[in-house]
Nanobody, 121 residues
Framework: QVQLVESGGGLVQAGGSLRLSCAASGRISSNNIMGWYRQAPGNERELVATLTTGGTINYAESYADSVKGRFTISRDNAKNTLHLQMTSLKPEDTAVYYC???????????WGQGTQVTVSS
C-alpha cells in the first residue's frame, strides 16, 4: 500500500503563487510515475503534470497545455515528496488538487485526499 498526503493549498489572488507538496509513504518503488491532477466543481478530474522517475533520476516531465510555463513539477527523491510550484495563478486554476502515484508497468494507482486551491480574481 501507498499513502499520499497533500499539503500547501489555500486561497491566493490572481497572479499569485502557491507550492503544493505530496508526501508519499509505504511501499514506494523507485521506478514510478507521480503526478498532480485537479478537479473543479462540475468538471472531470484532469491531468496537470506528471514526473517519471527511475531510481534517483527524474526522466521526464509533462504538463497540461493550460499550465505550461506557469507550473513546475519536481521531486525530492530522498524524502519521497512531490511538489508542484504554481505561479501566475488564474481563477480557472481553482480546483481540488490531487496527488497520484503509480509504479511502472502496473495499472494500480493511488490517490491522495486532495488539497483545495482557490484563486480569487
Amino acid at each position: 500500500q501507498v499513502q499520499l498526503v497533500e499539503s500547501g493549498g489555500g486561497l491566493v489572488q490572481a497572479g499569485g503563487s502557491l507550492r503544493l507538496s505530496c508526501a508519499a509513504s509505504g511501499r514506494i518503488s523507485s521506478n514510478n510515475i507521480m503526478g498532480w491532477y485537479r478537479q473543479a466543481p462540475g468538471n472531470e478530474r484532469e491531468l496537470v503534470a506528471t514526473l517519471t522517475t527511475g531510481g534517483t533520476i527524474n526522466y521526464a516531465e509533462s504538463y497540461a497545455d493550460s499550465v505550461k510555463g506557469r507550473f513546475t513539477i519536481s521531486r525530492d527523491n530522498a524524502k519521497n515528496t512531490l511538489h508542484l510550484q504554481m505561479t501566475s495563478l488564474k481563477p480557472e486554476d481553482t480546483a481540488v488538487y490531487y496527488c497520484h502515484y503509480k509504479r511502472w508497468l502496473t495499472s494500480q494507482g493511488y490517490w491522495g485526499q486532495g488539497t483545495q486551491v482557490t484563486v480569487s480574481s
